[in-house]
């Protein structure tokens, strides 16, 4: 199953599609040419004489000021991940993962975050591939993104970190090249493009959301052989009593 990776706002059985493993999604040509003009504007604007933009041609934090030479620029994204992935506790569901990946390349597909096309068409190959970056649960405190988590999503684009794939866990460059898949160099910006997001706290809530559905499911179910087990009343969920309120999930329950 494919679909395209647009913009549009998510609905419950897309996030179930995700999880199925013969999804895959493909970048729309409108979102190719957001991707492809924002890149080219940040390019245009950091080959300006004197120009200054954090994080981009300048240090992080308390090195805002100090400038770096166009020949560094590459490194210090690259620098940016590995300084980051450095997450502990337990590893995270591949389900969970999954979603983060499917987010992270939503969200650059509105085309605001500079990075180039090919990235993100590298990031996309990894989840048709059902290659699965190993992140790990503690280290984001989702203040300015989910920095920690989000750079070991990123330690595979670049042939680096663990992955799962085919059920065992494996380092990326094996994975990598034995697909013949090529890691590729971050340019200006793109470390921070693919840091700076919440696609780890927004795939725990879609994954809390599908969950909950289930639960509630197995809830009403239960509570059904119940009734019928003990031979109970069924009078209190009849309708009428319920269409009182306007709560679409006890109407359903109750039927």
């Not at 794939?165 to 494996?170: F, I, L, M, T």
């Not at 019928?228 to 009428?240: Q, R």
């Amino acid at each position: 199953m494919k679909e395209p990776a647009d913009t549009d706002y998510l609905r419950v059985a897309q996030l179930r599609d995700v999880l199925a493993q013969d999804h895959t999604i493909e970048i729309p040509g409108e979102t190719r040419a957001r991707i492809e003009q924002n890149r080219r504007y940040l390019e245009k604007k950091i080959a300006e004489p004197n120009s200054r933009h954090y994080g981009i041609n300048t240090g992080f934090g308390s090195l805002c000021n100090v400038p770096i030479s166009p020949d560094e620029l590459d490194l210090l994204q690259e620098n940016l991940v590995l300084s980051h992935a450095c997450g502990m506790g337990e590893e995270v569901l591949p389900e969970v993962v999954r979603l983060m990946v499917f987010l992270k390349v939503r969200a650059l597909g509105l085309g605001y975050s500079g990075i180039r096309l090919e990235t993100v068409e590298k990031l996309v190959e990894l989840y048709n591939r059902n290659i699965q970056p190993v992140v790990w649960e503690v280290g984001s405190l989702g203040a300015s993104g989910d920095l920690a988590p989000l750079a070991h999503l990123t330690l595979p684009l670049l042939g680096r970190g663990t992955v799962r794939y085919k059920g065992e866990k494996r380092p990326a460059r094996d994975v990598l090249s034995e697909l013949g898949i090529s890691p590729i160099t971050l340019k200006a910006k793109e470390g921070l493009a693919l840091l700076n997001g919440t696609q780890f706290m927004s795939a725990w809530g879609c994954w809390s959301i599908l969950e909950s559905r289930r639960v509630c499911r197995l809830a009403d179910l239960t509570a059904a052989i119940s009734i019928d087990a003990f031979n109970a009343s069924t009078d209190p969920f009849h309708h009428a009593i319920h269409r009182v309120r306007p709560h679409k999930g006890q109407l359903e329950a109750a039927a």
